[in-house]
């Protein structure tokens, strides 16, 4: 059993979701093991990790508008020194996920045909954010 | 340590909760391990996974309801070519879990005395729907 | 590779967030490990784990709010007959996280400045809530 742990900087060009698949997928093969599990880690608030289907974007752009209705900007919250989209973007990663617990094999993440994984940026500005990638596995 | 993986289809008989506890239990007890961790990952953006409280069948309807409201199928959805029930799947499929972390102990997973571990179908229809299922453990 | 597990019991005064980092920070503390994967299970289906902001309180204030609108105890619920916080608190539980899978390296979780870790009380009264805390990694 082998631990492989890599940060990667993922640009976010403003609110909405970036694919990391290709990323996280060239972690696990630069790790050389084929077998294990893949824990995907965003080291924010203000962002999330969900895993969305990966074909029709509109399937990404809903998502946006629900979360605009659940957690809208236009609720008073009692946290709103950083901004209007600062308290929602915390109230949306909430919703949704912090890490990502992906199984491989054969060196590839089992995900199924449909299946991406998405960088979710909740603040509107373009910022770089931070994934940590931890990988435990072996090389059969 | 030692990996173990299986997947699992199961069978989901339309929207709803199907308990997975004593099959992803099984998984396991077959591996022969009895301290590690399990990862229970769906392969699908359109049902997800939740631990629920296993005892009352009514707090399996009432998140149904509440999902029902909170990603109604009567909300206007840019994705719509695949069914009125499909957008909405993947919503809730995002406000709930993909992948369960459960560790175990002595062979058993450890789960509070009222959790169950459910996949949650979100499709309107029928479907056989896979899980894959990985441990990480020792056999003491 | 050596697994650490390690049972919490956290007091929790009512509803609303407990912060849990320093405890579990201490579990990997303790166990030596220096690089591995850290887990932390909550064993109940009516409080629920989350990584929120660890500056502003009024930043764990908003999200009790806006769960009071999500899953308001005012909404009927089927599930009535264990008090009127009870079926809400499973449904925010079902909204948030069963468990948190956080790397660590050099001995410490690799949380971003602003993460911190929180149990999420969501019944009303008080109650002695248990984490079961799960590592696998290695001591360099």
Redesign the interface.
């Known amino acids: 059993?082998t631990?492989f742990?890599r940060q990667l900087e993922i640009m976010a060009p403003g609110r909405g979701f970036v694919d990391v698949t290709a990323r996280v997928q060239a972690v696990v093969a630069a790790s050389g093991l084929t077998?294990?599990?893949c824990?995907t880690?965003v080291?924010?608030?203000s962002a999330s990790l969900?895993?969305?289907?990966n074909a029709?974007p509109?399937?990404r752009?809903?998502?946006e508008?629900?979360m605009s209705d659940?957690?809208p900007e236009s609720?008073t919250?009692?946290?709103d020194?950083e901004g209007p989209d600062d308290?929602p973007a915390?109230?949306r990663a909430?919703?949704?996920?912090?890490?990502?617990?992906?199984?491989f094999?054969a060196g590839r993440l089992?995900?199924?045909t449909?299946?991406g994984l998405y960088l979710w940026q909740h603040r509107r500005r373009a910022e770089a954010r931070?994934l940590?990638v931890?990988l435990?596995?072996?090389a059969d």
């Open positions: 059993m631990i742990q077998r294990g599990l824990t880690f080291m924010h608030t969900v895993i969305q289907e029709d509109a399937v752009r809903d998502p508008r629900l659940l957690a609720r919250w009692e946290h020194d308290m915390h109230a909430m919703l949704t996920q912090t890490s990502l617990c992906v199984p094999s089992v995900l199924g449909w299946q931070s940590f931890h435990d596995g072996q």
